[in-house]
């Protein structure tokens, strides 16, 4: 059961990965709006950043009585961790003296949006199955 929960978490982030990324690449092009940042590195980046929660997440619920009962409290501080990471990877994309745009902002944010909500989703179908 256990395998089957991590093979359908890795699943789903890949169609998102791929639903999202071509559908927000066709609307750019379409628009023709072009970004100074690699927008397939953010998407790789909350992918993988998601798939690593998950199962984590999935596996620390399945094996450890102790940390399950914390588990919105560590999902919390992963947050935390999470936001650090990505401002390290993309630093000189955030920090850079260049003035992102709004369609630029909200590039950057519709990926980080997209995982997010899907993390929720993920975490509290664990944290109810262990209520």
């Not at 699943?11 to 628009?31: D, E, K, M, P, R």
């Amino acid at each position: 059961m256990l395998i089957k929960r991590l093979v359908t978490y890795f699943v789903i982030i890949a169609a998102l990965f791929l639903l999202g990324y071509f559908i927000h690449t066709a609307v750019l092009s379409s628009l023709e709006i072009e970004h100074p940042f690699s927008l397939l590195n953010i998407y790789l980046f909350q992918a993988i950043a998601t798939l690593v929660i998950c199962v984590g997440f999935e596996l620390i619920a399945s094996f450890s009585k102790r940390f399950s009962d914390q588990l919105g409290f560590i999902y919390l501080a992963t947050m935390i961790g999470k936001i650090g990471m990505f401002c390290l990877v993309f630093k000189n994309t955030l920090f850079s003296g260049v003035v992102l745009s709004k369609a630029e902002s909200l590039s950057l944010l519709i990926p980080i949006f997209i995982y997010l909500i899907y993390e929720v989703i993920a975490i509290t179908k664990i944290l109810n199955r262990n209520a």
